[in-house]
């Protein structure tokens, strides 16, 4: 008799350090009870909970984006914020930045503390300095 | 802050970096070897002003077989060596005591053969050198169209998937100088050196990442693959929010889509699975940490990524420039 088979025989091991994916609910039960549709049924209400809580999870980010939040005043529109901030840095990147394009992406939404981390990451915080007129 | 960026790289571009590279590029003239300047300092001298380029080294390409005697020459010089060339590398790093915050990169290869997808050959490229005047220091550059060709692969290349714009912006700023000078960029000797090396595609890219920054370069010179799985990563590549969306797209995805080799393709879709990077994707993609390119998600998580992603970078000490 062996009512449970090994935690280890039932987890597939992608990537040691980060994911470790278990199937519990569905291989715990005793392995000489194989009752394909018992099994098939949680399975099938395992994976409905789990990518349910994925996409859930997705969508309450997406609320939570548009949301104002402490740093914000008005609603933040994620969608144009990222739309204005990308065409402020790319504006910066010209050879010769168009001032009133750049002053156009910052009325019209672009999130200033976003175009900050992304100029650091992109290596053109000179540039931004540059087009946001250098502080004038 | 911004400010202080700014005004710490227009610091430096006027004083620390004439001087790395009087101190790296003169002992080896001096000695004979003709050294190759090329991204930084050679980029640098296309931007209307002093500092708006930062970078983190000087890199200097020669031929293998120069490589040992150059190493020597910049011992004497009170270079030191800090991180070896040899097996995963493709050059060697020193620093000097006299610009701490420089290193020096000795090139004799472009990417280790495992990021290898184009076929640009540096010895080919040395070759072709033309003299240049870097920040003082009489030295040895690219040609203009080998050095958009340069830069667009190394932009494009595995290991970085055009993830910074001062790359797109190098390619406006040679553009533009050119230009300004009188000879505009000869467009047909920038697509025989990208069929050469058979990267047009990632050129390509670039240039259509640099069409946004005011390059017009002819579009049917280097023509993008518009369908499947290439066609929908480029329309990705080139969205207009892709400065904040970079870090979404993996890696994986953009270099396929980048490389114009279908046997390189291959190669290096077997290269992900020996290293079972295509399951950590997945599982990546599964928890929400990754935007695979077919299953996009909304904008609302640029933003929180973005920040999180800097915050990492932070962390993690890694030099912003390059």
Redesign the interface.
């Known amino acids: 008799m062996r009512p449970f088979a090994q935690l280890s025989e039932l987890s597939l091991e992608?990537?040691p350090p980060?994911?470790l994916?278990t199937v519990p609910t569905t291989l715990l039960l005793p392995l000489e009870r194989r009752d394909i549709t018992a099994h098939s049924v949680v399975g099938i209400l395992s994976a409905v909970i789990f990518f349910g809580r994925?996409e859930f999870?997705?969508a309450r980010?997406?609320r939570a984006?548009?949301q104002p939040g402490m740093m914000n005043a008005v609603p933040?529109d994620?969608?144009v914020?990222?739309?204005q901030?990308?065409?402020l840095?790319?504006?910066?990147?010209?050879?010769?930045p168009n001032l009133s394009a750049v002053r156009r992406a910052l009325t019209n939404g672009a999130?200033t503390?976003?175009a900050?981390?992304?100029?650091?990451?992109?290596?053109?915080?000179?540039?931004?300095?540059?087009a946001?007129g250098?502080?004038a | 802050?911004?400010?202080a960026?700014?005004d710490a790289?227009?610091m430096e571009a006027l004083l620390l970096i004439p001087q790395a590279v009087a101190l790296s590029v003169q002992p080896l003239t001096e000695a004979g070897i003709q050294p190759l300047v090329f991204k930084g300092p050679a980029v640098a001298r296309h931007y209307?002003?002093p500092?708006?380029?930062?970078m983190g080294d000087i890199d200097l390409l020669l031929p293998v077989a120069d490589h040992a005697r150059a190493l020597n020459v910049l011992r004497r010089a009170q270079w030191v060596v800090v991180r070896a060339g040899g097996a995963g590398h493709y050059d060697t790093q020193l620093v000097h005591s006299h610009v701490p915050s420089l290193s020096l990169e000795l090139h004799y290869g472009l990417e280790p053969s495992s990021e290898r997808v184009t076929a640009l050959d540096p010895a080919v490229l040395w070759e072709r050198r033309v003299p240049l005047d870097c920040a003082g220091t009489l030295a040895f550059g690219l040609s203009p169209a080998d050095e958009v060709v340069v830069l667009a692969a190394h932009a494009g290349k595995p290991f970085h998937g055009f993830?910074?714009?001062?790359w797109?912006?190098d390619l406006?700023?040679i553009v533009?100088?050119s230009a300004a000078d009188g000879s505009p960029m000869d467009w047909d000797a920038v697509r025989a050196a990208a069929e050469e090396a058979r990267c047009l595609t990632v050129v390509g890219a670039a240039l259509e990442l640099a069409r946004?920054?005011?390059v017009d370069a002819p579009s049917e010179y280097f023509p993008l693959p518009t369908h499947g799985w290439r066609g929908r990563t480029l329309r990705r590549l080139l969205s207009?929010?892709?400065?904040?969306?970079a870090h979404e797209l993996h890696r994986y995805h953009l270099t396929y889509a980048l490389t114009d080799d279908p046997a390189q393709r291959v190669r290096n879709l077997l290269a992900l699975v020996g290293k079972?990077h295509g399951?950590?994707m997945r599982?990546?993609t599964?928890?929400?940490r990754l935007c695979h390119p077919i299953w996009s998600?909304?904008?609302?998580?640029?933003?929180?990524s973005?920040?999180r992603?800097?915050h990492s970078?932070a962390r993690q000490r890694e030099p912003?420039?390059?």
């Open positions: 992608l990537d980060e994911t994916v994925l999870g997705a980010r997406n984006a548009s933040y994620a969608h914020a990222s739309e901030t990308s065409m840095l790319w504006e910066c990147c010209r050879r010769d999130d503390e976003l900050l981390a992304a100029a650091a990451m992109h290596g053109i915080e000179p540039l931004l300095w540059r946001l250098r502080g | 802050m911004l400010r960026v700014a790289c227009r209307p002003e500092g708006l380029r930062p993830t910074r714009l001062i797109t912006a406006a700023m533009g100088d946004r920054v005011g207009i929010t892709w400065p904040v969306t079972w399951l950590k599982a990546q599964l928890g929400g998600r909304p904008h609302a998580t640029t933003r929180s973005v920040l992603y800097t970078k912003l420039f390059e």
